[in-house]
């Protein structure tokens, strides 16, 4: 046992769990491979075993753990801590209790507390925990959860506030994997006190994988830019997009956005789109006339195949009738570093669409979020904007660039807030957009097409990052390319094509606008859009518009 109290690196802590291991995969050789990958805590839990057995495996795991200088806690069982001078032990509420375990093991062990709740977290100080472990985050098949209460990131970053102050750490756990590990430590970060998380507690993505080495290399990367951008910053950045890319002012800016133009007519990428039933045909028509391809794949086992090949994906769950496909798709649009869009139509108005929208968002991370008022300040958590149906109701937002750059930075993504004006936000900036029709509230699935083109242009940002830097650069982001400019891009093509519409001499209504849109989204240009855009940059970070 040590003479003095071992600092602790949280970042990535592997809870062993023997029974998920692959077949054929054997422990130790997962436990030295997963080291080398960059773990940096391990606890060693053995819920099945006799007391000899539980010995014997965490005294080969410390010896292991030892030549990578990486500590050892113990679950729950302090005779095993005792026997092999592990660095200390870890207790659930129902284990032994915290002052009996400090006194059992002395002042200079490490006692980490499972905790659920700010009062859980409270009394864990009080009673000297050196850390705490926060959960269940989502559920998760490594353990029973079926009976405690899932925090979700924001129940996490509600314990976080009640340990701002107090030196102890907190890692989470439950349900935690590539996709919504992103989202989990942006969207923690306290509300009051910005405190937040140390690190993560891994078990099956790392016990489970054939390649531990490589599962945790790619977890930790994630981890160890999440704090880089902490050391600097007084907020989360949406690290999904590629740092000091986007243009500074509004001539760069239209610039670009006429990049993203020419990208998409010369490469005409496959853009995947699991979209609402009433729009699918506008949908296709909209991708086609600004010169990319439309697939509108459901089936989980299709989707899974196409994601290499795509060049971005949407999920818009107008209609909710493929969950398990968009599920599937947006996982492996993640693993395959793919632009994601989500469009939650709807998403206030029901409790099966706002539980819908939690089910995916703990599968997949997004790196766009489009939406109405509506739809933007029920995932804002705002009581500024009521729903009815897919409509919107109330006066709007009071501060709409404060909300969409406040919910950027909460959900780790490009915000994008559709209405008479636009705004789009990465959590720094905020562009307002002022182009548009009144026409485009007239006919059904205006919204879902700007989704599409939000879509297409996000596609054609990741191929102008892939052509103008090092692939290997940035390889903790998700998705490479600049989703801000992506983003405003398709914004600006669907309200400029529809005010240039909106003023033909054959255009009498809805049903001659909407055949017009298609045509005129065909016949931008980039010197067109340049002209008529009406853009405004109200709070670009470099200016210290950021708060």
């Known amino acids: 046992m040590s003479s003095s109290k071992p600092k602790i690196d949280y970042s990535l802590y592997l809870v062993t769990g023997r029974e998920l291991l692959p077949p054929g995969k054997d422990y130790y050789e997962s436990l030295e491979e997963s080291l080398q990958g960059g773990v940096t805590l391990v606890q060693v839990r053995e819920k099945l075993t006799d007391t000899g057995e539980f010995i014997d495996v965490a005294r080969r795991t410390k010896e292991i753990c030892d030549r990578y200088k990486v500590p050892v806690l113990i679950n729950d069982r302090i005779d095993v801590h005792l026997a092999i001078g592990s660095a200390g032990i870890h207790i659930g509420q129902s284990d032994c209790p915290l002052p009996l375990a400090r006194q059992l093991l002395g002042p200079n062990a490490i006692i980490g507390v499972s905790v659920s709740s700010p009062a859980d977290a409270k009394r864990a100080v009080a009673q000297g925990a050196d850390y705490v472990g926060i959960g269940p985050v989502w559920p998760t098949g490594s353990k029973d959860v079926s009976k405690k209460v899932l925090l979700s990131p924001e129940g996490v970053g509600a314990v976080l506030d009640a340990l701002a102050g107090t030196g102890v750490e907190a890692v989470a756990i439950g349900g935690i994997h590539p996709p919504n590990l992103q989202y989990l430590l942006h969207a923690s970060i306290a509300p009051n006190s910005r405190n937040h998380l140390a690190g993560i507690a891994i078990i099956s993505d ?29 907020h989360p950045q949406a690290i999904f997009c590629a740092k000091a890319q986007s243009p500074r002012d509004t001539e760069g800016i239209l610039a670009r956005v006429g990049d993203l133009m020419r990208i998409v007519r010369n490469n005409t990428p496959l853009i995947h789109q699991i979209t609402n039933n009433v729009v699918i045909n506008d949908s296709a028509n909209a991708t086609l006339a600004v010169g990319a391809s439309p697939i509108m794949a459901t089936n989980a086992r299709d989707v899974k195949d196409l994601s290499p090949a795509i ?61 109405n008022a509506a739809e933007i300040g029920a995932l ?45 936000s990465d959590g720094e900036t905020v562009i307002k957009a002022s182009n548009g029709h009144k026409l485009l509230g007239v006919i059904t699935g205006s919204g879902c097409m700007t989704g599409t083109l939000v879509t297409t242009f996000c596609a054609a940002a990741r191929l102008y990052h892939l052509a103008n830097h090092d692939p290997f650069e940035e390889e903790s982001q998700l998705v490479q ?55 405004e940059v109200i709070s670009p970070a470099w200016k210290g518009g950021a708060d």
């Open 206 to 234: 790392i016990v489970g994988s054939r390649i531990p080495k490589e599962a945790s290399e790619g977890l930790r990367k994630v981890v160890d830019s999440f704090k880089r951008s902490r050391e600097t910053l007084d």
């Open 311 to 371: 060049g971005a994906l949407l999920v818009n769950f107008g209609t909710i009738t493929d969950k398990e496909g968009m599920m599937v798709a947006g996982r492996e649009a993640n693993v395959n570093r793919k632009p994601v869009v989500f469009d939650p139509v709807a998403v206030g108005a029901t409790s099966y669409r706002r539980e819908t929208s939690k089910e995916l968002l703990a599968h997949w991370q997004p790196t766009v979020i489009k939406g």
């Open 380 to 424: 804002a958590q705002s009581a500024e904007v009521a729903t009815r149906g897919v409509d919107s109701v109330g006066s709007g937002f009071s501060d709409p660039a404060k909300v969409v750059r406040d919910l950027a930075r909460r959900r780790a993504a490009i915000i994008v807030l559709t209405g008479e004006h636009d705004y789009i």
């Open 481 to 535: 390319g600049d989703m801000l400019m992506g983003a405003l891009a398709g914004v600006l093509v669907i309200t400029i094509a529809a005010e240039v519409a909106a003023a033909r001499s054959d255009v009498k209504g809805p049903g001659t606008f909407r055949a017009a849109l298609i045509d005129e989204l065909y016949n931008l240009t980039p010197d067109v859009l340049v002209e008529r855009a009406k853009i």
